[in-house]
């Protein structure tokens, strides 16, 4: 079965910097692998995707998100972050093999943007 | 085009009563999801639809709770009898079918349990 871990459990970075939110996966082959973000009373929102072709994808709100098959990493990033980015987010896997739309999510990161 | 809609936003009950919480998936979607979130446990999925017909329940934690889905724009999740352990936000998503198919998040009831 897959799993997905997020080592960071809470992130704290200035507004205006850089972010790189961690994501690696345990699979035999390449899953489906998706971000969301989830704000406070809210909802989880899908930030972006992967399943096939150009290992960096874009997503909203300026974020993207790079597939990195040797390290079994997905990690998001964005290059200036806004104190609106303050969330949630969580890293997600499916199963291409047959597992249908299931879904295995992360613990979540916690976001918090410092002014 | 409206999302996914969950009623109510809120509950609050006392344990021993029945709860019900509904969702309407987005017109289209194939499969719909259950899922629960706490702060000890994260985000769980209890149940998962396809074409209206359950694939997997492995995530209900017991008999006490139950889900139908009688039609494509419908679905239930019911607690019978509620214990304060149920307190937590039930959320329900939807997708179309095919893996590489994003969830559709609704905004989730808020579930407390006195």
């Known amino acids: 079965a897959q799993s997905v871990t997020q080592p960071d459990i809470h992130i704290t970075v200035s507004e205006g910097a850089s972010l790189e939110l961690r994501c690696n996966y345990s699979y035999g082959a390449t899953p489906y692998l998706f971000w969301y973000v989830q704000s406070p009373g809210q909802g989880l929102q899908l930030l972006l995707k992967y399943f096939s072709g150009d290992t960096l994808v874009q997503g909203i709100k300026g974020f993207e998100a790079e597939f990195k098959r040797s390290q079994s990493s997905f990690n998001l990033r964005k290059p200036s972050v806004h104190w609106s980015d303050a969330a949630e987010y969580f890293c997600a896997v499916g199963d291409p093999r047959g597992g249908g739309n299931k879904l295995t999510f992360g613990t979540g990161t916690q976001l918090k943007v410092e002014l | 085009d409206a999302g996914v809609i969950q009623s109510p936003r809120h509950e609050v009950t006392e344990m021993g009563q029945e709860v019900t919480l509904r969702c309407k998936p987005i017109s289209g979607h194939n499969s719909l999801f259950w899922y629960r979130q706490t702060m000890m446990r994260g985000l769980e999925l209890l149940i998962y639809f396809n074409n209206n017909v359950p694939i997997d329940d492995s995530g209900m934690p017991e008999d006490r709770f139950s889900a139908k889905m009688p039609n494509a724009s419908f679905s239930t999740l019911k607690i019978q009898p509620s214990e304060p352990r149920d307190s937590a936000v039930y959320f329900c998503?939807?997708?179309?079918?095919?893996?590489?198919?994003?969830?559709?998040f609704g905004d989730g009831t808020r579930l407390s349990i006195l």
């Open positions: 998503a939807s997708s179309r079918t095919g893996g590489h198919q994003p969830q559709h």
